[in-house]
């Protein structure tokens, strides 16, 4: 089973305009964290923001924000205003505990946002 | 500058050849990474390790061995490569603790393989 599912492969926003990229994920792990990346076509990646599996609160980043909820494993991320420079691959990805302590890093498939002026 | 050091940038093979992966990192983080990118697709997990002298298999570690040589370095051998393995790799590192509790995880810029 996926252990996290992007199930945009391309979205096409005008240009200030709010956008939200879906992300489910799986994890019997009462403990985790998420995390949203930025992968320009330079192809660095961008840590954006996380979400920890107990936090009370949505996380928020200036123009991002994370809607989490928990109940139904999802954590969408937002995006306001939306600007030319937001088109990118964005990748969902969760951090759960394997065996002996150790965590790893889980990646979706990714969402390619465009921005159209 | 801190952070992940990939070398080399961009590789060819030849079907069958070996080449080794080198990553360096100086935050003193304890977990290392790395991670294959393809075409239109996230990143897989390859191998990882949790500290020095650990290593252990991720999603798709067929083909691939990994050599923890000290807290800072974390290489990748391609022992026989197949163009299957062509591929952008990632090596990342980390601190580590409790799942829940943030931590970033800091990329190298990639190494861009491709194999004939």
């Known amino acids: 089973a996926q252990k996290i599912t992007q199930t945009q492969p391309g979205m096409f926003v005008q240009e200030k305009e709010a956008v939200t990229l879906d992300c489910t994920y799986d994890?019997?792990?009462?403990?985790?964290?998420l995390f949203w990346y930025k992968q320009p076509s330079s192809g660095e990646m961008i840590f954006l923001i996380y979400?920890?599996?107990?936090?009370?609160q949505n996380a928020t980043e200036g123009r991002y924000s994370l809607n989490f909820q928990k109940a139904r494993k999802s954590a969408n991320l937002v995006i306001s205003a939306s600007q030319l420079g937001d088109s990118a691959m964005y990748f969902c990805?969760?951090?759960?505990?394997?065996?002996?302590?150790?965590?790893?890093?889980?990646f979706g498939t990714g969402t390619r946002l465009t921005i159209i002026p | 500058n801190a952070g992940v050091t990939q070398t080399p940038k961009f590789q060819v093979l030849k079907t069958g050849q070996s080449m080794t992966l080198q990553c360096a990192q100086d935050?003193?983080?304890?977990?290392m990474y790395w991670y294959r990118q393809d075409p239109g697709m996230g990143l897989r997990l390859i191998y990882y390790?949790?500290?020095?002298?650990?290593?252990d298999k991720g999603e798709v570690p067929n083909g691939y061995n990994v050599s923890r040589l000290n807290k800072r370095e974390f290489s990748l051998r391609l022992e026989s490569a197949a163009p299957s393995q062509t591929s952008v790799y990632f090596c990342?590192?980390?601190?580590?603790?409790?799942?829940?509790?943030?931590?970033?995880?800091?990329f190298g810029s990639g190494t861009r393989l491709t194999v004939v």
């Open positions: 990342a590192s980390s601190a580590s603790g409790r799942s829940d509790r943030f931590y970033g995880y800091t």
């Open positions: 994890t019997s792990d009462p403990s985790y964290g």
């Open positions: 979400q920890g599996s107990y936090d009370q």
């Open positions: 990805a969760m951090r759960e505990e394997s065996n002996f302590g150790n965590e790893k890093l889980t």
């Open positions: 935050m003193n983080h304890n977990s």
């Open positions: 390790s949790a500290s020095e002298g650990t290593t």
